[in-house]
């Protein structure tokens, strides 16, 4: 029999106030996710998906609660920007690419961060690209490609650096239904592939139904939990 | 490619900064070279001429203005017979030149002075030997006359120093030039004497013994001579003011640049923040734009120093021979020095502002 794996994810307790309390982003909320798993995070608009997987990635500090990524404690992570550069990836519902950039620079972007010298960057940009079928693409800027091909090479930048957590915020929310499943397949194949944990946060319930596990929000705090079991 | 394409998405705003920047640095290019200039032409022609001493009057408040007396030249000669040079040197408001620049000097040092074409003036005909730059801008040349004091005065030879402010002149003798100078009726005077010792501990010899016997004098060093002209301490405080001015408005300048920069690309610096790129990431992004706009204001600005100086340089009412026509390295390299400097500290507070943005709230900024 196996050993039951360590969650690489742990959420206890968490809490978000903004407004000094008069607003609760998140209440109390507790899960655990193991690497190489995905999980998607449901709810209406403003139930909290955002704020938790911006907790997550260390783009905010809860007010309350613990969050730890991979054994390590994010409140006693000093240095937030290395911390994302090493240990996450982002995937945002309007691509964010920075527009000045071409694919292959944006992909290289968080490579920067992490101090790697310009030609081991260009040799793993490129490979990721090719890996997202957009080699022929690279040299291209945001505004010259597809909006599929765009949200692709957000996914080769959210992966380049091989995070142990991907964070999709409503990855395919502005994609037409065949570019979002591709997109979807791409994060879910490439994720894997890396052992890396994939949350997406969605509104949309047949990417929900492909993942492993089902957390769904409601006014901050969890309401239902499908897969792994709660913390 | 990235600071290019960054600093090509706003064209128009980065060709008002990169225009603000040469405007400044034209203006101080041409500013600074004027004044280095007319010390290097005065420094030099003291020195090829070998004058280790000048004498002046005391209370004058510039060599240019100084008046020796013929009581006190004969007692300088006495003192230092054939070392010593009595020189006179003034601008006259001329129908050809507002500053037409005249030395009367000795017919022997005449003969030092290396030709371009003819001979030297002849004391006694009312010659004058013209510097080579005046014969161009005059059209004039050897054996042609040239109006001097209301009288005509034979050219009989073009000169050439190397010194712009000395060959955009012309030198006679000087009796006929002291009477140039001294008001109707009045006896002629010396505008300098100038003393060649041959080596410092001599210079120095001289120096303390003018201001022994000569109270009413005062010798300098030939090499200070260019820097105790009152005119030129004058330019290099105006200088010295126009570059506080351009580096401050250059400052201001490019801070306003980076600062619109900083807020019209907030969500792309999110974008970056939020994989992981640290402010400091960020600064040297907009380091490079900074330094790339100001780079070019450096090339555009001292050519249009340049021009300026040709510009000017033109005018009638100008004189001639005065302006460089050119820049030195060492004067470009200056100018694109203190234009880095500035755009680095233009840096300051873009980077309070992006040491303080939180990337969450900057990838929400519309």
Same mark, same amino acid.
């Given at each position: 029999?196996?050993?039951?794996?360590?969650?690489?994810?742990?959420?206890?307790?968490? &809490?978000?106030?903004?407004?000094?309390?008069?607003?609760?982003?998140?209440?109390?909320?507790?899960?655990?996710?193991?690497?190489?798993?995905?999980?998607?995070?449901?709810?209406?608009?403003? &139930?909290?998906?955002?704020?938790?997987?911006?907790?997550?990635?260390?783009?905010?500090?809860?007010?309350?609660?613990?969050?730890?990524?991979?054994?390590?404690?994010?409140?006693?992570?000093? @240095?937030? =920007?290395?911390?994302?550069?090493?240990?996450?990836?982002?995937?945002?519902?309007? =691509?964010?690419?920075?527009?000045?950039?071409? %694919?292959?620079?944006?992909?290289?972007?968080?490579?920067?961060?992490?101090?790697?010298?310009?030609?081991?960057? #260009?040799?793993?940009?490129?490979?990721?690209?090719?890996?997202?079928? %957009?080699?022929?693409?690279?040299?291209?800027?945001?505004?010259?490609?597809?909006?599929?091909?765009?949200?692709?090479?957000?996914?080769?930048?959210?992966?380049?650096?091989?995070?142990?957590?991907?964070?999709? @915020?409503?990855?395919?929310?502005? %994609?037409?239904?065949?570019?979002?499943? #591709?997109?979807?397949?791409?994060?879910?194949?490439?994720?894997?592939?890396?052992?890396? %944990?994939?949350?997406?946060?969605? =509104?949309?319930?047949?990417?929900?139904?492909?993942? @492993?596990?089902?957390?769904?929000?409601? @006014?901050?705090?969890?309401?239902?939990?499908?897969?792994?079991?709660?913390? | 490619?990235?600071?290019?394409?960054?600093?090509?998405?706003?064209?128009?705003?980065?060709? /008002?900064?990169?225009?603000?920047?040469?405007?400044?640095?034209?203006? +101080?290019?041409?500013?600074?070279?004027?004044?280095?200039?007319?010390?290097?032409?005065?420094?030099?022609?003291?020195?090829?001429?070998?004058?280790?001493?000048?004498?002046?009057?005391?209370?004058?408040?510039?060599? +240019?203005?100084?008046?020796?007396?013929?009581?006190? /030249?004969?007692?300088?000669?006495?003192?230092?017979?054939?070392?010593?040079?009595?020189?006179?040197?003034?601008?006259?408001?001329?129908?050809?030149?507002?500053?037409?620049?005249?030395?009367?000097?000795?017919?022997?040092?005449?003969?030092?002075?290396?030709?371009?074409?003819?001979?030297?003036?002849?004391?006694?005909?009312?010659?004058?030997?013209?510097?080579?730059?005046?014969?161009?801008?005059?059209?004039?040349?050897?054996?042609?006359?040239?109006?001097?004091?209301?009288?005509?005065?034979?050219?009989?030879?073009?000169?050439?120093?190397?010194?712009?402010?000395?060959?955009?002149? /012309?030198?006679?003798?000087?009796?006929?030039?002291?009477?140039?100078?001294?008001?109707?009726?009045?006896?002629?005077?010396?505008?300098?004497?100038?003393?060649?010792?041959?080596?410092?501990?001599?210079?120095?010899?001289?120096?303390?013994?003018?201001?022994?016997? +000569?109270?009413?004098?005062?010798?300098?060093?030939?090499?200070?001579?260019?820097?105790?002209?009152?005119?030129?301490?004058?330019?290099?405080? +105006?200088?010295?003011?126009?570059?506080?001015?351009?580096?401050?408005?250059?400052?201001?300048?490019?801070?306003?640049?980076?600062? /619109?920069?900083?807020?019209?690309?907030?969500?792309?610096?999110?974008?970056?923040?939020?994989?992981?790129?640290?402010?400091?990431?960020?600064?040297?992004?907009?380091?490079?734009?900074?330094?790339?706009?100001?780079?070019?204001?450096?090339?555009?600005?001292?050519?249009?120093?340049?021009?300026?100086?040709?510009?000017?340089?033109?005018?009638?009412?100008?004189?001639?021979?005065?302006?460089?026509?050119?820049?030195?390295?060492?004067?470009?390299?200056?100018?694109a020095a203190l234009i880095a400097a500035v755009g680095l500290l233009s840096l300051l507070w873009p980077a309070a502002v992006l040491w303080r943005m939180q990337p969450l709230d900057a990838l929400r900024h519309e």
């Amino acid at each position: 029999m196996n050993a039951p794996a360590h969650p690489m994810l742990i959420v206890d307790g968490l &809490c978000r106030d903004y407004e000094g309390g008069g607003v609760q982003a998140l209440r109390d909320v507790g899960f655990t996710a193991e690497a190489g798993r995905s999980v998607a995070l449901t709810g209406p608009s403003g &139930c909290g998906k955002s704020t938790l997987l911006s907790l997550i990635g260390l783009l905010d500090r809860p007010t309350r609660g613990r969050i730890l990524l991979g054994g390590e404690d994010l409140a006693q992570v000093r @240095d937030a =920007h290395a911390f994302r550069a090493r240990r996450v990836g982002f995937v945002f519902q309007f =691509h964010h690419m920075v527009p000045t950039m071409t %694919l292959q620079e944006n992909v290289e972007a968080p490579m920067i961060a992490l101090g790697l010298g310009r030609a081991e960057r #260009r040799e793993r940009a490129a490979d990721m690209l090719a890996q997202v079928d %957009l080699a022929a693409r690279a040299h291209f800027l945001p505004a010259q490609v597809s909006g599929g091909e765009r949200q692709r090479a957000a996914v080769a930048r959210a992966l380049v650096n091989q995070p142990a957590v991907l964070l999709a @915020d409503e990855p395919t929310g502005n %994609l037409d239904s065949r570019n979002g499943q #591709r997109v979807i397949e791409l994060l879910l194949t490439q994720a894997r592939e890396r052992a890396a %944990l994939v949350l997406v946060a969605t =509104h949309n319930p047949e990417i929900a139904a492909a993942l @492993d596990a089902h957390i769904e929000l409601r @006014d901050g705090a969890v309401v239902r939990h499908e897969g792994p079991p709660a913390a | 490619m990235i600071f290019w394409r960054n600093v090509l998405r706003a064209r128009v705003r980065s060709l /008002m900064t990169v225009l603000g920047i040469a405007a400044g640095v034209g203006l +101080f290019a041409a500013a600074t070279a004027i004044t280095t200039d007319l010390r290097a032409q005065i420094g030099s022609a003291i020195g090829t001429y070998h004058f280790d001493v000048v004498i002046h009057e005391r209370r004058a408040p510039s060599p +240019f203005s100084s008046k020796l007396t013929q009581a006190q /030249m004969d007692a300088l000669a006495a003192r230092y017979g054939s070392a010593l040079l009595p020189m006179v040197m003034g601008t006259l408001n001329e129908p050809w030149s507002a500053y037409a620049m005249v030395l009367g000097v000795t017919p022997a040092f005449a003969q030092r002075v290396p030709l371009v074409t003819g001979r030297h003036f002849t004391p006694g005909q009312r010659e004058v030997t013209m510097g080579e730059i005046a014969a161009q801008r005059l059209n004039l040349a050897a054996g042609q006359s040239v109006g001097i004091g209301g009288e005509s005065w034979r050219i009989a030879g073009v000169y050439r120093t190397g010194s712009r402010l000395f060959d955009g002149g /012309m030198m006679g003798e000087i009796g006929p030039v002291q009477r140039l100078f001294a008001p109707e009726g009045s006896e002629g005077q010396y505008t300098l004497a100038l003393v060649s010792t041959g080596d410092q501990a001599a210079t120095a010899r001289v120096i303390a013994q003018v201001a022994r016997e +000569f109270p009413a004098l005062r010798a300098i060093p030939g090499t200070e001579f260019a820097g105790a002209i009152r005119l030129f301490r004058v330019i290099e405080a +105006f200088v010295g003011t126009i570059a506080v001015v351009v580096l401050l408005g250059t400052a201001l300048v490019v801070t306003n640049m980076l600062m /619109m920069a900083v807020a019209e690309r907030t969500r792309e610096i999110g974008i970056l923040m939020a994989v992981g790129w640290t402010p400091w990431l960020v600064l040297r992004m907009l380091a490079a734009e900074s330094l790339l706009l100001c780079a070019a204001g450096t090339v555009l600005g001292n050519l249009f120093g340049l021009a300026l100086l040709h510009g000017v340089n033109r005018l009638e009412s100008v004189g001639f021979g005065w302006l460089p026509l050119r820049l030195s390295a060492g004067q470009v390299a200056e100018s694109a020095a203190l234009i880095a400097a500035v755009g680095l500290l233009s840096l300051l507070w873009p980077a309070a502002v992006l040491w303080r943005m939180q990337p969450l709230d900057a990838l929400r900024h519309e």
